[in-house]
């Protein structure tokens, strides 16, 4: 916001400038608003308002690369300038807008967890978003169920909007725009939903595939695309999967998606589960002891949708059986008893390797977890140990935690013994038996 910038620029300024130069004109400056890229500095000296932008603008905008405030500026206003009723107008209309544009307010870039996972189809929407129209055009990103597909196409619309408030931007599924199709050719309004489609500066089509096989939706489609292409309006298009994958598709179309960029995004590894989880946990004001998101983040690894599910049944088990005391890993492990992951057959936690193990060992979790070393219990064990640490990216620490509290170390040793072991005068054997332990793990 104004005040944390200008106490940035403020910092720089001070440093750079003489004190006394720096108290005349820069001290008692007031942050009010940012609008846009424009920083808005209130002053009741009426010689500042003038006198800043001319000796100092350089400076300034020196101080804003600095600070990597791309293309930001500044602008000096009186008291009488300011009315803080005209903003909340000017909120409010932003509101307005973002409510025909079809954009959900939680789905923001600043809501949005930057991921390996995740990198490039995060970095070509913010550029997107800053230049519409200028650089990927169309943006197709594509991947899994619940990766965060349309949170980015949301979060691309506010931002235009809020650098424009005059860019008109849509965001709709592919089954509205169908939906609205064939409403409009039964209704005779046609023209008006060309005129709707064909007159935006950033459409964001969400779920491509499903007009796989609507031919007539397609050649609609294919006509809204065009002309938005050619007058340099923005597209940009999500799918569960690449062009090319999707089934009856028109060529025609399939070749433009192909004329931007197409990325992708893949499931969140480890780290970044648990840094959305943390993020959630802030936008929602929980108080949550990292121990507790670590658990979700190793028992849910497929989609952040269930991982948010799974953070909200935590909450809500814990405040229905325990009011009132902090959440621990034993609420969490209870609260998560019977929620499984709904890709579970496909999600490798921790978890399910122990469980895998137990099975194949025939043991009892306790037996995992247990401080007991007698050899019917450490070595299977330690192959779990090392599964884990062959197909998950579950940190080692992690990995000790689950195992009754043990230690990295242990877990170092357990993948030493057993690479060791598959050198040994037994490795075929072993060999056959890990194998066989991967493939009911994966799920084969
Ligand atoms: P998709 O469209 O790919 O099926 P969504 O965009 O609907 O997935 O995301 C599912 C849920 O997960 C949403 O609540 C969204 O806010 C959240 N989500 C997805 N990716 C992220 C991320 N990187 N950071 C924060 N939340 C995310
Ligand atoms: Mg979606």
Known sequence: DAESIYEEVKTILESKLMTVTFDTWFRDLVPVAVEGKTLILQTDKPLAKDLIPMRFTKDIADCFAQLNYEDFTFKIISPDEYDPEAQKKEDDSLHALTQKAN???RYTFD???EGANNRLAYASSVAVADYPGNTYNPLFVWGGSGLG????????????????????????????FMNELINSI????????????????????????????????????????????????????????????????????????????IVDIKPPDYETRVAILQKKAKINELNIDLSVLSYIADNIAS????????????????????????IDVEMAREALKDFT????????????????VCERYNLRMEDM????????????????????????????????KDFGGRDHTTVIHACEKVTEDLNGDHGDELRRSLEDIERRIVGE
């Open 341 to 356: 992951d709904s890709d579970s057959q496909k999600a490798i936690t921790v978890h399910r390797i122990m469980e895998t």
């Open 111 to 113: 809501n949005f967890v």
């Open 149 to 176: 597909k349309t949170h980015l196409m949301h979060s691309i619309g506010h931002h235009i909007l809020k650098n424009d408030p005059a860019k008109k931007v849509l965001y709709v599924s592919s089954e509205t």
């Open 186 to 261: 039964s209704n005779n309004t046609s023209t008006k939903f060309r005129d709707k489609y064909r007159q935006i500066d950033v459409l964001l089509i969400d779920d491509i595939q499903f007009l796989g096989g609507k031919e007539g939706t397609q050649d609609e489609f294919f006509h809204t695309f065009n002309t938005l292409y050619e007058a340099n309006k923005q597209i940009v298009i999500s799918g569960d999967r690449p062009p090319e994958e999707i089934e009856r598709l028109e060529e025609r179309i399939r070749s433009r998606f192909k004329w931007g960029l």
């Open 103 to 105: 954009l959900n307010p």
């Open 303 to 326: 989609n952040i949708r269930e991982l948010e599910g799974a953070l909200t049944r935590v909450v809500a088990y814990a405040r229905l059986t325990c009011p009132g005391k902090n």
């Open 369 to 400: 977890k247990s401080k007991k070393r007698t050899k019917e219990l450490a070595y299977p064990r330690q192959i779990a140990m090392y599964m884990c640490r062959k197909l998950t990216d579950v940190p080692l620490a992690n990995i000790g």
